[in-house]
Nanobody, 126 residues
Framework: QVQLVESGGGLVQAGGSLRLSCAAS????????MGWFRQAPGKEREFVGH????????IYADSIKGRFTISRDNAKNTVYLQMNSLKPEDTAVYYC???????????????????WGQGTQVTVSS
């Protein structure tokens, strides 16, 4: 089992920044690729980005590419989502999750994620 707890969400004006954190406990954090997803009201949960176990490479959704950055600190069992140039359409509940595969392409779909956090709300005002 891996327990995941997100933090850092809140209300921010368009153009602002937020950094989300996801703290992991339980099984060895470094053994999992980690991803971020988001879900806006009335919409499906969508892939935001993913980082491999070592942190050596990342994949991002086109909608946030160039604005969001995922990083991880395996010594602290934490993964981060730095969000810059936020837009109202980024408003959603953001979830971190642990991927059951280290194949980057498989970690772009929610079906391959074994563990999920409870989510943190991000609201971007115009």
């Amino acid at each position: 089992q891996v327990q995941l707890v997100e933090s850092g969400g809140g209300l921010v004006q368009a153009g602002g920044s937020l950094r989300l954190s996801c703290a992991a406990s339980g099984r060895i954090f470094a053994g999992y690729a980690m991803g971020w997803f988001r879900q806006a009201p009335g919409k499906e949960r969508e892939f935001v980005g993913h980082i491999r176990r070592s942190g050596g490479s990342t994949i991002y959704a086109d909608s946030i590419k160039g604005r969001f950055t995922i990083s991880r600190d395996n010594a602290k069992n934490t993964v981060y989502l730095q969000m810059n140039s936020l837009k109202p359409e980024d408003t959603a509940v953001y979830y971190c999750a642990a991927c059951s595969s280290n194949q980057p392409t498989l970690c772009t779909t929610r079906e391959n994620y074994a563990y999920w956090g409870q989510g943190t709300q991000v609201t971007v005002s115009s």
